[in-house]
């Protein structure tokens, strides 16, 4: 299945989908340090977004989580791709310094995507290819 989306963050990458209904912020919800997500309140939590395709609805919080998701980059624990149904400034710079496709404007069905679904972001081509889905 292909889906059109609108770039935020140029690139392509592919990877699994780790899937949340839930906003992240990057400043609390992620260790910058381990890559997991550490707010017990977060569907997520307990769970590690290094190297899966994160898909969640946008971000929240302070803009100190544009810096968190560069260091994540540097440290290896980022996210390949990132999709969101509406992606905020603070996600958007975070990807963009840190080299992570990131694309916005889709469908809000892909929240309920299974985690561990292949996915590949083109975000230059606006293009999200969902493998294994009807």
């Known amino acids: ?8 963050a140029s690139g392509r990458a592919s990877g699994p989908a780790l899937v949340t209904k839930d906003a992240i912020s990057f400043l609390g919800n992620v260790d ?3 890559g997991m997500v550490v707010d017990p309140a977060h569907e ?26 560069y260091q994540l980059k540097k440290r290896d624990l980022a996210p390949v791709a990132m999709i969101n149904i509406r ?7 975070g990807a963009i310094i840190s080299g992570i496709p ?7 069905k892909v929240l309920r995507l299974k985690s561990g679904t292949l996915i590949e972001v083109d975000a230059d081509r606006g293009l999200v290819r969902i493998f294994g889905a009807d």
Do not use: N, W
Request: charged share 20%; aromatic share 6%; proline share 6%.
């Open 1 to 8: 299945m292909e889906i059109k989306c609108h770039k935020v």
């Open 32 to 34: 910058p340090e381990t």
């Open 44 to 69: 997520l939590f307990g769970q590690c977004i290094a190297g899966k395709v994160l898909v969640f609805p946008g971000g929240k919080g302070s803009t100190v989580g544009s810096y968190v998701i």
């Open 87 to 93: 992606s905020e400034p603070i996600v958007a710079v």
């Open 102 to 108: 990131l694309v916005d404007r889709v469908a809000e």
